[in-house]
């Protein structure tokens, strides 16, 4: 008997580790060699494209009636003005497409030597993510580069890819090209692909989608409790968090990275805690910035919720609607963490309280 979503799994895995062969090629090509101006974010630009095209491409043929909630589209490729872009996107689209087949990969997926798609079909293959998500039905997120900024600084980002059906995730792969395959030997092997599937457990891979490895997150001690965050404190508040270590005490400094390699991070044991708080008002949460990275971590033996302890709902559309904050831990720290954002937020508005006496 086969496990529930086999060809799922199959398939996401095959997409990711071609994305991610994709973008550590486009970093290779266009940021270490130092092409780039200052601010100039154009490989990211190229790489967001190419990798939806890529892995839409593959979706699309092995299950051409699915939904793709994706984060691209490709409007801006379309205008003549962009053509030098457009012709670059196609052209690394083409050659990761069409590279060589390997163990886990099938030619009816789309990929493999000859496997190269016109100009017309790859923008189609972007639009497929142009999906507006709802409770029903079978569906894909996808966060082609998630963590710009780190991919340009050589650092963190992830390549993550989710299924869902009515709304409830069932299969996350995330791949990472620069993290450690071990946190402890920072300087040593990088590249991993991490594989959830609902009820059938977590798992660390090598980008070469060998030596899997089941991952679940240990039990902490309070005083070996670290956080953690975003690297850019626009993304989350730095200053509340620290107020919740302080409540803890929690006395490690929080492991700061970009991208959902911070679910990562932290389904392997890495980090305690994962808080994303938020930083002003307005600001929804995307879909596919949470959706494989919950379900690593609740397949690793951990909870993913709002800041109220509320479960995330992955079926309002393309955000999570009214803004939280993000919690992810071990049972065991979750619940602690939860307590100490309220107390956290009582104290903020004790202040707020007084300083307007």
């Given amino acids: 008997m086969s496990l529930a979503y086999a060809l799922e799994k199959e398939v996401a895995v095959s997409a990711v580790l071609r994305a991610c062969q ?120 996808l966060d082609p580069i998630d963590g710009t900024k780190g991919f340009l600084r050589g650092e963190q980002y992830a390549v993550c890819l989710a299924f869902l059906v009515d709304s409830k995730v069932q299969v996350g792969v995330i791949g990472c090209p620069n993290l450690p395959v071990n946190a402890s030997r ?37 005083s070996e409790i670290n956080f953690l965050e975003s690297v850019e404190s626009g993304h989350s508040s730095h200053g509340f968090n620290a107020s919740v270590s302080r409540i803890l005490n929690v006395t490690r400094e929080p492991t700061r990275m970009d991208s959902q390699a911070k679910y990562c991070a932290l389904a392997r044991g890495d980090g305690g805690a994962y808080l994303r708080m938020p930083v002003g008002i307005g600001y929804k949460e995307k879909i596919w910035d949470h959706a494989s990275g919950s379900l690593l971590v609740e397949e690793a033996g951990g909870l993913v919720t709002d800041s109220r302890g509320e479960p995330l709902n992955f079926g309002l559309g393309r955000t999570l609607g009214e803004n939280f904050g993000i919690i992810a831990a071990g049972k065991q720290v979750h619940s602690k963490v939860i307590e100490a954002i309220k107390k956290a937020k009582e104290e903020e508005e004790s202040q707020k309280t007084d300083s307007k006496i």
């Fill in 22 to 141: 994709l973008t550590s090629s486009i970093f290779n090509k266009l940021v270490r060699d130092e092409r780039l101006t200052k601010g100039d974010k154009s490989p990211v630009t190229v790489g967001d494209f190419a990798a939806q095209a890529v892995v839409n491409t593959i979706l699309a043929n092995a299950f051409p009636d699915d939904e793709i909630v994706g984060e691209e589209d490709s409007d801006d490729l379309r205008v003549e003005a962009n053509s030098v872009l457009r012709d670059r996107v196609v052209e690394l689209s083409n050659q990761a497409l069409a590279s060589d087949l390997v163990h886990g990969d099938n030619t009816q997926w789309g990929i493999g030597p000859g496997k190269q798609r016109t100009v017309e079909e790859l923008l189609d293959a972007i639009d497929k993510g142009k999906y507006e998500g709802g409770k029903a039905g079978r569906m894909w997120t």
């Fill in 186 to 222: 920072s300087d040593g092997p990088k590249g991993c692909l991490f594989v959830a599937v609902r009820g059938q457990g977590a798992e660390q891979r090598t980008l070469s989608n060998s030596n899997p490895t089941p991952i679940i997150i240990p039990a902490f001690k309070d």
